[in-house]
């Protein structure tokens, strides 16, 4: 069974720094594109940044503040943010396509990282 499981949100003021880590693991084939959603209160979820294997794309909110990285020898994807300010506080969902051993290609999500930033 695969699962993603995310780390390294918590609280911090504006102007400060976070770095978002998510692992897959069990029976994987091949990840191709992995990201970063987040939903705010009373908000839909939006994607924040993604990358596959020959580029990276973020949403303007963040562009310049936030960098998305993946190492794929440990099927991980990290979201470095700076500067962040009270929008960016959301709960933050990695996701990834990922195409277990003997199935179909298919999205996962992580349960979901708390980020607080306070002014």
């Known amino acids: 069974q695969v699962q993603l499981v995310e780390s390294g949100g918590g609280l911090v003021e504006s102007g400060g720094s976070l770095r978002l880590s998510c692992a897959a693991s069990g029976s994987i084939l091949g990840i191709f594109a992995m990201g970063w959603y987040r939903q705010a209160p009373g908000k839909e979820r939006e994607l924040v940044a993604v990358?596959?294997?020959?580029?990276?794309s973020y949403a303007d909110s963040v562009k310049g503040r936030f960098s998305i990285s993946r190492d794929n020898a440990k099927n991980t994807v990290s979201l470095q943010m700076n500067s962040l300010k009270p929008e960016d506080t959301a709960v933050y969902y990695c996701?990834?396509?990922?195409?277990?051993?003997?199935?179909?290609?298919?999205?996962?999500w992580g349960q979901g990282t708390r980020v607080t930033v306070s002014s």
């Open positions: 990358i596959t294997s020959s580029s990276t």
């Open positions: 996701n990834a396509e990922i195409q277990p051993y003997g199935g179909v290609t298919i999205n996962y």
